[in-house]
């Protein structure tokens, strides 16, 4: 039963790190969530006290929440981190009320329920993979949903891969980002059910042009030549995404580079509708000694 829990929590350990990483909003605070929350616990004289140390990460959560300077917000975000960490290394922490308690975050303060939630991996609480199954859906807030999704290409990537297609065929949401952070997740994934989802992200019109680029530049580095001619597609039927464009025409000569240099010299952009393309084209052209062909 033991090595059963195990195997998931080590699966997921990466995925931790890295969520816990985007907790908050300063990215470069990194927040000790071992020792130092241990520590934390002890001077205050909860270390065996769940109730106490939930209180504790609220009011530093709140802290953060009314901070007036970035430096109060990065500590109120340190010690909401730690007491959630603390929380994990409770005796019996596995039996808290996990759900119940993130479950009350999710709407007001949702870096905590994140905290909770990376918490609730850490104890090994049951039930993961149907929390993460929860948590994963639309209604969560994203950084929340993010992690949940990591859970379940850990646990699940069947179930994973059901979810996804969901996610990526939703309309963008304000200015979250939530599509570039999800193929942010599918990069960590070694799994050809991840590169499925990314290729329909890069193929995607109308999708934040970040994420098409994270999804380009990942499923470029998997060497897979034939998905050369999927670029190809790309940098010919995205009209209007500059950025897109330019990042599909160079995985394209990065992975099928006779395709590629075929694309260059087909055609150069016309200077007056396309002046960037045009001239990002002849920098490639030149800088492969190949034979630029008139411009339109």
């Known amino acids: 039963m033991l090595l059963a829990l195990a195997r998931p929590l080590l699966l997921l350990a990466p995925f931790i790190a890295v969520a816990l990483g985007a907790s908050h ?15 934390l616990a002890a001077l205050t004289g909860a270390a065996n006290e769940p109730l ?29 981190d730690a007491f959630c960490a603390a929380l994990a290394e409770t005796p019996e922490a596995a039996a808290l009320p996990w759900d119940k308690w993130i479950e009350m975050e999710l709407r007001n303060r949702d870096a905590l329920a994140l905290g909770l939630y990376l918490a609730s991996l850490r104890a090994q609480a049951p039930n993961p993979l149907q929390r993460a199954k929860q948590l994963g859906k639309r209604t969560s807030p994203v950084l929340v949903r993010m992690a949940a999704h990591r859970t379940l290409w850990a ?3 069947e179930l994973a891969l059901q979810q996804g297609r969901g996610l990526v065929h939703e309309l963008p949401r304000g200015t979250t980002g939530m599509h570039t952070r999800y193929a942010r997740v599918l990069a960590e994934v070694s799994s050809p059910l991840a590169q499925e989802l990314l ?17 380009i530049q990942t499923l470029a580095k998997t060497g897979r030549v034939e ?8 940098w010919n039927a995205s009209t209007g995404d ?9 995985a394209t000569l990065q992975l099928d580079p006779v395709l590629g240099e075929r694309i260059l010299l087909k055609g150069i952009p016309n200077s007056d509708a396309q002046p960037v393309l045009q001239g990002f084209v002849l920098s490639l052209i030149e800088a492969r000694g190949l034979t630029p062909l008139p411009a339109n």
């Open 25 to 39: 909003t300063p990215p470069s605070v990194e927040p000790d969530t071992s020792s130092f929350g241990v520590r």
């Open 52 to 80: 106490i140390l939930l209180q504790k990460a609220r009011q530093a959560a709140e802290r953060e929440q009314r901070a007036e300077t970035t430096s109060d917000a990065q500590a109120a975000a340190r010690a909401r």
């Open 155 to 157: 646990l699940d990537p």
């Open 199 to 215: 290729i329909t992200m890069a193929h995607r019109d109308g999708l934040e042009s970040h994420a098409r680029v994270v999804a």
């Open 227 to 234: 998905l050369g001619a999927d670029f190809a597609t790309i």
């Open 242 to 250: 500059v950025f897109t464009r330019q990042q599909a025409l160079l």
